[in-house]
């Protein structure tokens, strides 16, 4: 049975991942709107991949016989003065979502909740994938963002990513 405290802390969590896919559902909304439609593609996959996120998170709890509180969701920014700053604002907030999901596992663990600190193990896993996907996105805008034929290139790579489902999820 896991304890009251970190059940709290997971609900935040599912909270933190479903703003997650709001803020990049936002980003969608701007790079369809800069006529970057394979940066919307990268980011609607993103988007897909934030909710599956939340259902893993939903998943555990049910699995553990604890109660899911859905709280709102945040409204996110929906417009940036550049794609370039798009990109990096979606960088940072992987970066915070990292540290959520670190004391995250530092309460699991200060719990003894065994079960909940080796669930959590995936999504430790995952936000080293998830920053360094970003920050490649970042680097490669830096290179391409003053030449239209990189940006060309660049827009039809993104475009071919396709969401990826985790493991244990949700099925
Ligand atoms: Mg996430």
């Known amino acids: 049975m ?3 405290e970190l059940k709290k802390a997971f609900h935040k969590q599912i909270n933190e991942e479903l703003y997650s896919a709001y803020l ?13 439609a394979g940066f919307a593609t990268w980011m609607r996959a993103q988007t ?4 599956n996120h939340a259902n893993k998170l939903i998943s555990h709890l049910h699995e553990r016989g ?5 709280d709102a969701i945040a409204k996110p920014t929906s417009s940036w003065k550049s794609p370039l700053a798009a990109i990096e604002a979606a ?29 959590l193990n995936w999504f430790v896993t995952e936000q080293v994938e998830e920053e360094a996907s970003a920050d490649e996105v970042v680097q490669k805008l830096k290179l391409a963002q003053n030449a239209p034929g990189a940006m ?5 790579e993104l475009g071919a990513r396709t969401p990826t489902f985790p493991t244990g999820a949700a099925e």
């Open 2 to 4: 896991m304890k009251a």
């Open 24 to 36: 990049y559902a936002a980003m969608v909304n701007y790079f369809e709107e800069q006529n970057l």
């Open 48 to 51: 897909v991949e934030e909710l």
């Open 66 to 70: 604890a109660e899911v509180k859905l």
């Open 91 to 119: 960088y940072k907030h992987e970066c915070h979502i990292s540290a959520c999901i670190d004391d995250l596992y530092a309460r699991a663990t200060k719990a003894g909740d065994n079960a909940a600190a080796l669930f």
């Open 152 to 156: 060309f290139m660049l827009d039809r």
